[in-house]
Nanobody
Framework: VQLQASGGGLVQAGTSLRLSCAASGRTFSNSVMGWFRQGPGKEREFVGAISRDGGRTYYADSVKGRFTISRDNAKNTVYLQMNSLKPEDTAVYYC???WGLGPIYLPTSPDKYDNWGQGTQVTVSS
């Protein structure tokens, strides 16, 4: 399985950015997809996750109400729409795929995810 994240960049605080993650090599609709981020000198942290059919999402408190995850299974792509960006959102953002069974489980631990994209840098200036 290959995951290719894109869409990062340098933006000003208060603006928006949309990240994409394209998957290949396995049936995308069978995966729970997660987004994580790792800021300078910090551990990788959970941002949000979306169920296989896109009907359920779960977010970290730090991004709830500002970030939205969606997916297009026909395009094998998951998105992270980031609004009202803050300097503390500066990080490398990673998408990840979880292939485990269970209809309602949206993992928040990076250890649960099976495949990772290469990351895309998001820098928010004040």
């Amino acid at each position: 399985v290959q995951l290719q994240a894109s869409g990062g960049g340098l933006v000003q605080a208060g603006t928006s950015l949309r990240l994409s993650c394209a998957a290949s090599g396995r049936t995308f609709s069978n995966s729970v997809m997660g987004w994580f981020r790792q800021g300078p000198g910090k551990e990788r942290e959970f941002v949000g996750a979306i169920s296989r059919d896109g009907g359920r999402t779960y977010y970290a408190d730090s991004v709830k109400g500002r970030f939205t995850i969606s997916r297009d299974n026909a395009k094998n792509t998951v998105y992270l729409q980031m609004n009202s960006l803050k300097p503390e959102d500066t990080a490398v953002y990673y998408c990840a795929a979880y292939w485990g069974l269970g209809p309602i489980y949206l993992p928040t631990s990076p250890d649960k995810y099976d495949n990772w994209g290469q990351g895309t840098q998001v820098t928010v200036s004040s």
